[in-house]
């Protein structure tokens, strides 16, 4: 059982920054990979950056460029640097742990604001 748990969410203005933290209670060096997701009401959570256990990443289009997925797996950390904020990245956003063997875990969400 892993448990996630992020933070750093909040209000930002439009072209802002913020840095979200996903810390895991188990070592994410034994993750297949580890992803950020985020949802905005009456629609589908939808895939923002993933990096794989050896460093590899993939962004969604509407984040390249201003997004940054890193990991620290002495800290079981993830993290993601957002960067140019818009309003339309204004949503829940989710830690996801995909495991070696298919099966996943979620973190609670942390909502982030974008908005004069």
């Known amino acids: 059982q892993v448990q996630l748990v992020e933070s750093g969410g909040g209000l930002v203005q439009p072209g802002g920054s913020l840095r979200l933290s996903c810390v895991a209670s188990?070592?994410?060096?034994?993750?297949?990979?580890m992803a950020w997701y985020r949802q905005v009401p009456g629609k589908e959570r939808e895939r923002v950056a993933r990096i794989s256990s050896v460093g590899w990443t993939n962004y969604a289009d509407s984040v390249k460029g201003r997004f940054t997925i890193s990991r620290d797996n002495a800290k079981n950390t993830v993290y993601l640097q957002m960067t140019k904020l818009k309003p339309e990245d204004t949503a829940v956003y989710y830690c996801?742990?995909?495991?070696?063997?298919?099966?996943?875990?979620w973190g609670q969400g942390t909502q982030v604001t974008v908005s004069s």
């Open positions: 996801k742990s995909e495991q070696f063997d298919g099966g996943s875990y």
């Open positions: 188990g070592s994410i060096s034994r993750a297949n990979a």
